[in-house]
């Protein structure tokens, strides 16, 4: 596959669950670098191959990592990340069990993003013409509920555009987040 894998939505908050686990998402973040086994995961996340075992199995189960039989030498199973563009039913279409879920794994998200853009503040002096890579725009629109939808449809085609399924000469991973929102004190203008 060489370009962007087809969006799917996906209602089942079993799926959702499963993904969202602290060592699923472990693993998940250590299969992006590349393929690995079961052992070579619990060494690096400090787990037991068994664990990291039973967590792969379970991601498989729900189609976020393939095994890659011809990394393997004997017994030995090597995994990688599946590549998926998975997109989650809107908020109000959500029965409580799936907006529960949600809820929490966002709450788990932005507190991871907030982390990780830490770490790169901390460490940019480290990272030479890297370290002044800090996109960031602030501000804010005035759109009805269509226009905002169309405004993240084109999000999230322009951010499709860029995706590989591997690094090219000089590229690097760069964490892309783009969140809107309703001012929650603003009021909806009436038309005139």
Known sequence: MTGPPPPEEIADAAVLKAVMHPLRRRIMEALGRGPATATKLAKELGESSGATS??????????????????????????????????????????????????????????????????????????GEWGDALVFSRGSVYVNLEELKEFFDEYLELLRRYWRPEPGPDARKVLVRWTAFPDADGEVQEGN
């Open 54 to 127: 039973y967590h792969l199995r379970e991601l498989a189960k729900y189609d976020f990592v393939d095994e890659a039989p011809e990394l393997a030498h004997g017994k030995e199973r090597w995994w990688r990340a599946r590549r998926r563009d998975i997109r989650w039913p809107r908020h109000s279409e959500q029965n409580d069990e799936m907006r529960a879920v949600f809820d929490e794994a966002q709450r788990a998200a932005f507190t991871e993003d907030l982390e990780q853009l830490a770490t790169f503040l901390e460490r940019r002096g480290e990272l």
